[in-house]
């Protein structure tokens, strides 16, 4: 936008290298995507790229609520506690600033 401005003022011109530079990415970029790579047909095939496992974990909350906990890691019912407690310990405080 800034260049769009500067492009106002009188007596500004543009530099032809630039022009043919900023036509030639658009060009290169409009044929990149009318052509698109085509698909592996073992794409997904242990390459590393497959989705993780998502772990999920509901735990009820102290005052009725309840956290969602979920991690690419398996969450142990130690780790679920530990963080019930933090999230318990930081809905109290919340709870005592707003009475004070």
């Known amino acids: 936008m800034l260049a769009a401005a500067g492009a106002l003022r009188p007596g500004y ?3 032809p290298s630039r022009v043919r530079a900023a036509r030639e990415a658009m060009l290169r970029e409009f044929a990149r995507v009318q052509n698109p790579q085509k ?6 095939s242990g390459d ?3 989705e993780p ?5 509901e735990i009820e909350l102290p005052d009725g609520g309840q956290l969602v906990l979920t991690d690419i890691e398996e969450i142990t019912p130690e780790r ?3 963080m019930a407690g933090r999230i318990a310990r930081i809905l109290n405080s919340k709870e005592r600033d ?3």
């Open 53 to 57: 496992e998502l772990h999920r974990e």
């Open 39 to 44: 698909t592996r047909e073992d794409a997904g």
């Open 13 to 15: 011109r543009r530099s």
């Open 48 to 50: 590393g790229l497959d």
């Open 98 to 100: 707003r009475q004070s």
């Open 80 to 82: 679920a506690e530990k």
